[in-house]
T-cell receptor, first 114, second 114 residues
Framework: AQKVTQAQTEISVVEKEDVTLDCVYE???????LFWYKQPPSGELVFLIR??????QNEISGRYSWNFQKSTSSFNFTITASQVVDSAVYFC???????????FGQGTRLTINP | KAGVTQTPRYLIKTRGQQVTLSCSPI?????VSWYQQTPGQGLQFLFE???????NKGNFPGRFSGRQFSNSRSEMNVSTLELGDSALYLC?????????????FGPGTRLTVL
């Protein structure tokens, strides 16, 4: 069975601090896909990144970076120099090869205080 | 391209009634997935439709059903509503073919059952 765990329920930091959101996953598949989504108060899930299981290269996009480590089954997300607009609930998700179904973690509510 | 649209955005029903929610995917996308989001259970997969056929189904009772039309628009129906069906229902669309595709979510329909 597939499972995603986001142990941090809520994180609160002051603006400009760096913050890391943890994601640990479980799967027996050798090929799978990992995602991060952002959910602002409006409710819509906004796609941030997709990572394939066979590509462990870390990725940076502006203030966002992702660290994928198969050895620890983790796919962590770091926001550098956080801003108030980063406040949202962030979800990590897992998808097996050949399927569209996403298995989500419970989400981490991130609050950036001015 | 226009994004995923869902109607209505808000619904209030009473126990025992039934409800139909609608989702229009991004133009050209053939896969539509539905998710239920509640504070207690988080984001859970309901079902996925591709080219008018249900391809995958989550662990929900038979009161939850869906369909997809030839233009890829999808509806989901919940019969004999229960208080526990109060949730945000999210629809996601993707090309549905191959593994290198992302799901894009609509704004959701917030259903309240009284």
């Amino acid at each position: 069975a597939q499972k995603v765990t986001q142990a941090q329920t809520e994180i609160s930091v002051v603006e400009k601090e760096d913050v890391t959101l943890d994601c640990v996953y479980e799967t027996r598949d050798t090929t799978y896909y990992l995602f991060w989504y952002k959910q602002p108060p409006s409710g819509e899930l906004v796609f941030l990144i997709r990572r394939n299981s066979f590509d462990e290269q870390n990725e940076i996009s502006g203030r966002y970076s992702w660290n994928f480590q198969k050895s620890t089954s983790s796919f962590n997300f770091t926001i550098t120099a956080s801003q108030v607009v980063d406040s949202a609930v962030y979800f990590c998700a897992l998808r097996q090869k050949g399927a569209q179904k996403l298995v989500f973690g419970q989400g981490t509510r991130l609050t950036i205080n001015p | 391209k226009a994004g995923v649209t869902q109607t209505p955005r808000y619904l209030i029903k009473t126990r025992g009634q039934q409800v139909t929610l609608s989702c229009s995917p991004i133009s050209g996308h053939r896969s539509v997935s539905w998710y239920q989001q509640t504070p207690g259970q988080g984001l859970q997969f309901l079902f996925e439709y591709f080219s008018e056929t249900q391809r995958n189904k989550g662990n929900f009772p038979g009161r939850f059903s869906g369909r997809q039309f030839s233009n890829s628009r999808s509806e989901m129906n919940v019969s004999t509503l229960e208080l526990g069906d109060s949730a945000l229902y999210l629809c996601a669309s993707s090309s549905g073919s191959g593994d290198h595709n992302e799901q894009f979510f609509g704004p959701g329909t917030r259903l309240t059952v009284l």
